[in-house]
C-alpha cells in the first residue's frame, strides 16, 4: 500500500524558514534536488512530496487538504487558523517574538497607554486576543506589510509587529516595549490527522521518528 502513497509536506518557498526546514528534512537522511524555481519535488529516498508556497498560504493548504503537514511560524497558524491545525512538533528554529513598539521619544506607561490609540499590525487576530485578555481597547489596524513606517507615515501611534534583533525597529526610529507573543518554527497537520492510522500517517510517524533524532542531536 504505502509504495504508492507520498506523505505531502508544505514548506517556504523563499524566505527565512526555507533553508532550516530544508535542513531538518536533510538531517533526516532524505536527499532531494535543490531547484528553488520548482514547485513540487519528490525526495529519492522517502515517501515524500515537498510543495513550495508562501508561508501564509501554509496553514490553509494544510486546512484544505493540499498538504498533509506544513513548517510554518507558530505566529502565521495562530493568526490564520488555530482551531483547524495541530502542531505535531516545534521545530525550535525561527525563534521571534510579536511586540509593541512605539516612537523613540514617546512617554510609554504600559499597555493601558495604548487604550484608545492606532496599533498597525500584520497580526490582527493574535493582537486583538491579547488586547482583549488584557482589557485594552485600542484601534487595530490592519497592515500586509512595512508596518515599521506607519507611526512616520502618521497612520498610527505604536505598531505590533514580529521582532528577533531589533535591528528594523532601531532603523525605523521605534522603541520596542512590550513584548505580546512568542513564536518558533512548528511542524502541523490537520486536526485528527495523527489518529487516522492512514498510509501517509504511517509516514508521518517515520518522519517524526528521524525528525526528533535531528532535533535531540542539535540540543
Ligand atoms: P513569504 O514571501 O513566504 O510570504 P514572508 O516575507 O511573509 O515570506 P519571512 O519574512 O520569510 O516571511 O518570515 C517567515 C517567518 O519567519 C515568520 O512568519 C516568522 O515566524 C519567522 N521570523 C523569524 N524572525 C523574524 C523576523 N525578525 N521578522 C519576521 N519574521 C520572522
Ligand atoms: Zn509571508
Redesign the pocket.
Known amino acids: 500500500m504505502e509504495g504508492t502513497e507520498r506523505l505531502r509536506l508544505a514548506v517556504?518557498?523563499?524566505?527565512?524558514?526555507s533553508e532550516k526546514s530544508l535542513e531538518i528534512i536533510a538531517g533526516c537522511g532524505i536527499s532531494f534536488g535543490s531547484d528553488s524555481r520548482l514547485l513540487k519535488e519528490h525526495a529519492r529516498n522517502f515517501p515524500l512530496e515537498f510543495l513550495f508556497v508562501?508561508?501564509?498560504d501554509i496553514p490553509a493548504y494544510v486546512r484544505d487538504g493540499v498538504a498533509d503537514i506544513g513548517i510554518v511560524?507558530?505566529?502565521?497558524l495562530d493568526e490564520r487558523c488555530p482551531d483547524d491545525l495541530e502542531i505535531v512538533r516545534d521545530l525550535g528554529f525561527?525563534?521571534?517574538r510579536l511586540s509593541v513598539a512605539v516612537p523613540r521619544d514617546f512617554p510609554y506607561g504600559g499597555l493601558q497607554w495604548l487604550a484608545g490609540k492606532r496599533i498597525a499590525t500584520s497580526y490582527p487576530n493574535i493582537l486583538g486576543r491579547i488586547l482583549e485578555e488584557r482589557g485594552v481597547t485600542a484601534k487595530i489596524c490592519y497592515l500586509s506589510g512595512s508596518v515599521e513606517i506607519a507611526p512616520a507615515a502618521g497612520i498610527a501611534d505604536a505598531i505590533c509587529d514580529?521582532?528577533?534583533?531589533g535591528t528594523?525597529l532601531l532603523m525605523n526610529g521605534l522603541r520596542e516595549v512590550e513584548p505580546l507573543y512568542s513564536?518558533t518554527?512548528v511542524m502541523v497537520s490537520r486536526q485528527g490527522f495523527m489518529s487516522e492510522a492512514s498510509p501517509r500517517q504511517v509516514i508521518l510517524e517515520r518522519l517524526l521518528l528521524r525528525i526528533d533524532s535531528v532535533i535531540r542531536a542539535k540540543s
Do not use: F
Not at 511560524?73 to 502565521?76: F, P, V
Open positions: 517556504q518557498k523563499t524566505g527565512r524558514l508562501r508561508d501564509d511560524g507558530r505566529n502565521e525561527a525563534q521571534c514580529l521582532v528577533s534583533s528594523t513564536s518554527a
